[in-house]
């Protein structure tokens, strides 16, 4: 933020620090929810903002084709998907009632493919993680978690395996599994999403939530 310019502000819900919430003890539905999406709602509201910007694009997930660039949402953050404005020709319209706000997605029409192919054009530093190595993980429910530190408890007889991974997305830890790859360059994990077929949040253990999947946690109170 500071190399960029921008003010940084952090918020934190302070309730459920109180709580304890956390993805360990609470699971990963209910940590998103209070930590991220309450928090979330508590910053907005606080400073008054009228908008949010986000990096959300249409070929994630099935919730997120139904966003618009300009994604709109009412005094209580809810999402209406048949309640948005039409985009056509790319014209968007940005006037909000009192209360209600604005979640911007500039690049919904991108590709994973396409979002690779600018950072290196740009030639754009971008986090280790996303650089294949070998990294400590332990396998649960299909997914490979990295043992990052003693926060994660491991399960009676569970041992932390050595494997060449990397992280196509990054959200809260441990709620983000690695994949498999030897990608360990851009030109190589450019290589590697012309063959891929699977959306990278195969990683994010909050979309295999069902009794919380994102449809419903956007319908109900979700922001992004």
């Keep these: 933020a500071e190399y960029m310019g921008f003010d940084l502000i952090i918020h934190i819900n302070e309730e459920g620090v109180k709580q304890g919430i956390g993805p360990f003890t ?29 990096g959300a694009r249409r070929d994630e997930e099935k919730s997120r084709a139904k966003e618009r660039v300009f994604s709109f949402r009412s005094e ?7 309640n948005q404005r039409p985009e056509l020709w790319n014209v968007y319209n940005a ?9 911007a997605f500039p690049l919904s029409n991108w590709t994973e493919l396409d ?9 754009i530093p971008i986090v280790p993680l ?9 396998e649960r429910d299909g997914t490979l978690i990295m043992v990052d530190d003693d926060r994660m408890p491991l399960d009676p007889g569970e ?26 360059t851009l ?8 063959l891929t077929r ?27």
């Excluded at 006037?95 to 979640?103: D, H, L, T």
Aim: charged share 30%.
């Design 187 to 194: 030109p190589e994990i450019i290589q590697e999403m012309l």
């Design 95 to 103: 006037r909000v009632q009192q209360g209600e706000s604005i979640r």
């Design 76 to 82: 209580n953050h809810r999402w209406d998907p048949k």
């Design 26 to 54: 609470h699971g990963s539905s209910m940590h998103t929810d209070v930590m991220k999406t309450e928090a979330l709602k508590q910053a907005l509201n606080k400073y008054k903002f009228d908008a949010a910007f986000g």
């Design 115 to 123: 979002i690779w192919q600018y950072i290196y054009k740009e030639s």
């Design 198 to 224: 699977t959306s990278e949040r195969q990683g994010r253990m909050i979309d295999h939530d069902q009794a919380g999947s994102m449809e419903k946690k956007k319908k109900k109170k979700k922001l992004c």
């Design 130 to 138: 996303y650089y294949a190595k070998e990294r400590p993980v332990v």
């Design 159 to 184: 041992k932390p395996m050595m494997k060449s991974v990397r992280f196509r997305t990054l959200g809260c830890y441990p709620l983000t599994g690695a994949v498999e790859s030897e990608a360990a």
